[in-house]
């Protein structure tokens, strides 16, 4: 984080499964540039010896009684689907 | 008269309920009427299911006539930001990718209300794409504007929430706050809104934006009533692992049982460069109140404050990138048209469903966690994290709260601040209170000569949301601000 952040905007938004727009590409990278430049000062920070917070107040441990319980119908879970057909959610062929 | 009931608190109406001066039908029918005359310039509904809220109303009717009330919010009109379930209803989260999406199931806060309270819900409020901005203005389908002046933002991202109350479309509302979503649109609509520790109201069922910061709350006229709410919403739900699991105090007797004072510290870098010179005088003003009071009033530092902005903006883009990865134009959501295979798919429906400022986001949280980034940016960010909470628990070893501004500045004019980063920095007093997991509460403080509502922000210790609205509610006790409205 010493260097000048480079977010190259191709491979990041490959990653990120999202078709963006050559505009939009220029545009994010000017603006989410800027953003980088103010997260730099992060790396003044000194955080040797700091352990990392993901939660502030973690709960290990958490069990749950394996037991069926009432779920969605099939009308209920298939609502949502955007195609669909005999009671199964239609996707794209994904293998020849 | 019943033109005013929209205006009235919950603890009013419920005195009118239990004393059958009134029935839920006649208020749950006057909020309405005026949900309609006013939504048309607020827009603060994204929907709402009329007959429901009716049949509700008429339910908790038929409970008061047989003696079956379920206590104060029996009967009580509550909007939800649209990013919280209720079961057959839309959940859009005010945006395109999920605009023909219909809950199945109820969130716990939902089941809670409706179940346990008995409150009527009304409507589905508008907000950020993804409860992502400041402003309402990310919404995918409409700008909510500020009940207060028109020409401005309610704030956000719960300004839906906070315009619909502010406006009398609601006796309640709730909210979600990530990093002042809740506090902050309650600032500049002139309410009281709380974010709660988190980890003591369920996150089953809100649309998760960033996990470890994220907390449901309400947003209510007076102190009272956010107390009220709480106690409804409070508790652990083993469908939350995040859930924590202690008892849940009596949060409206605890507050009368707390007559303070107390030890009020300031922190010194929340009075800096930016602050609005009548948002920091009218702060200043709360602050000597609370001296006048017989509270011990100390400076304090929170020294890391300045690396709160960078943090969030680095652990609540990661954590969006991961939890918005599950919209994929697969099993729901929108779908492109225009895709040809299985990963087109992927990328296509996203590229159509999400707007500007969730692209942002996606982009920046995907980049922090990316091979060869991690340990620089996210590890960074979660390590800084612990800095600023520790910062927070220190003070609190000399203090019971901090006293703050809850924004740095009031409604602004729709369409005035269009850098993503200039939007980011008005956050830069309510973020650290999500880093570090506490309760916040922000409460009106006055208002600026141009007649908007100023708001300040006190934050609590941990689980101690008794203490800290007992000390909200010793400030609005001795001042009349809450009782304003807006003329609409």
């Known amino acids: 984080m010493n260097q000048a952040p480079e977010l190259n905007i191709d491979y990041v938004a490959q990653l990120a499964r999202l078709a963006l727009t050559p505009e939009e590409k220029a545009k994010f990278s000017h603006q989410l540039g800027d953003v980088l430049h103010h997260i730099e000062q992060l790396s003044k920070v000194d955080v040797s010896g700091i352990e990392p917070t993901a939660h502030a107040f973690p709960v290990y441990n958490v069990w749950a009684e394996d037991v069926a319980r009432p779920g969605l119908s099939v009308d209920q879970a298939l609502r949502n689907a955007p195609a669909g057909r005999d009671n199964m959610i239609s996707v794209p062929k994904v293998v020849e | ?488």
């Not at chain 2, 939902?110 to 990310?138: H, I, P, Y």
Request: hydrophobic residues 40%; contains cysteine.
């Open chain 2, 1 to 488: 008269m019943s033109s005013e009931l929209h205006f009235q608190t919950i603890t009013t109406l419920a005195a009118k309920l239990a004393a059958k001066e009134l029935s839920s039908l006649e208020l749950t029918q006057a909020v309405i009427a005026r949900t309609k005359a006013v939504d048309g310039r607020i827009q603060a509904f994204n929907s709402f299911d009329e007959a429901g809220a009716l049949a509700q109303a008429a339910a908790s009717d038929s409970r008061r006539a047989a003696g079956e009330a379920r206590g104060p919010l029996d009967g009580i009109p509550i909007g939800l930001k649209d990013v919280i379930a209720v079961a057959g209803q839309p959940l859009t989260a005010s945006s395109r990718i999920l605009a023909n999406f219909v809950s199945p199931y109820d969130a716990t806060v939902t089941r809670r209300l409706k179940e346990q309270a008995g409150a009527v819900l009304w409507g589905r409020l508008n907000c950020d794409e993804f409860a992502m901005g400041s402003s309402n203005e990310n919404s995918a389908f409409r700008p909510v504007a500020n009940p207060w002046d028109l020409a401005r933002v309610p704030g956000g991202s719960s300004g839906g929430s906070a315009a619909a109350l502010a406006a009398g479309a609601a006796i309640a509302t709730l909210g979600s706050d990530t990093g002042g979503s809740i506090r902050q649109p309650a600032a500049l609509c002139g309410l009281v809104g709380l974010k709660p520790t988190y980890g003591l109201v369920s996150r089953y069922g809100l649309v998760a934006f960033a996990s470890s910061l994220d907390q449901i709350g309400p947003f209510a006229r007076t102190v009272d009533d956010a107390a009220l709410v709480l106690r409804a919403i409070a508790g652990h739900d083993p469908l939350d692992s995040t859930s924590f699991n202690a008892p849940v105090p009596d949060y409206p007797a605890e507050l009368a049982t707390r007559p303070g004072p107390w030890k009020i510290g300031i922190p010194k870098e929340y009075f800096g460069e930016g602050l609005n010179s009548e948002v920091g005088a009218a702060v200043e003003a709360a602050v000597a109140h609370y001296r006048k009071l017989g509270c011990e009033i100390r400076e304090v530092s929170l020294p890391h404050t300045q690396y709160c902005l960078d943090t969030y903006y680095i652990i609540a883009t990661a954590e969006a990138s991961s939890n918005l990865a599950r919209f994929d134009g697969i099993r729901y959501g929108h779908r492109s048209k225009a895709a040809t295979d299985a990963i087109d798919i992927y990328a296509k429906s996203r590229a159509e469903g999400f707007g500007a400022e969730v692209k942002r986001r996606i982009i920046l949280g995907t980049y922090v966690l990316s091979s060869g980034y991690y340990d620089a940016y996210y590890l960074r960010a979660q390590k800084v994290r612990t800095l600023i909470r520790q910062d927070f628990l220190t003070a609190f070893k000399d203090v019971d709260a901090l006293l703050t501004p809850t924004s740095p500045v009031p409604a602004f004019k729709l369409g005035e601040k269009s850098d993503p980063l200039a939007m980011y920095l008005l956050d830069i007093y309510t973020i650290g209170v999500n880093l570090a997991g506490l309760p916040g509460v922000s409460v009106p403080c006055g208002f600026t000569q141009g007649g908007l509502p100023i708001g300040m922000q006190l934050i609590g210790q941990p689980f101690q949301e008794a203490n800290l609205l007992a000390i909200a509610r010793a400030y609005e006790r001795a001042h009349e601000w809450h009782r304003k409205h807006p003329n609409l």
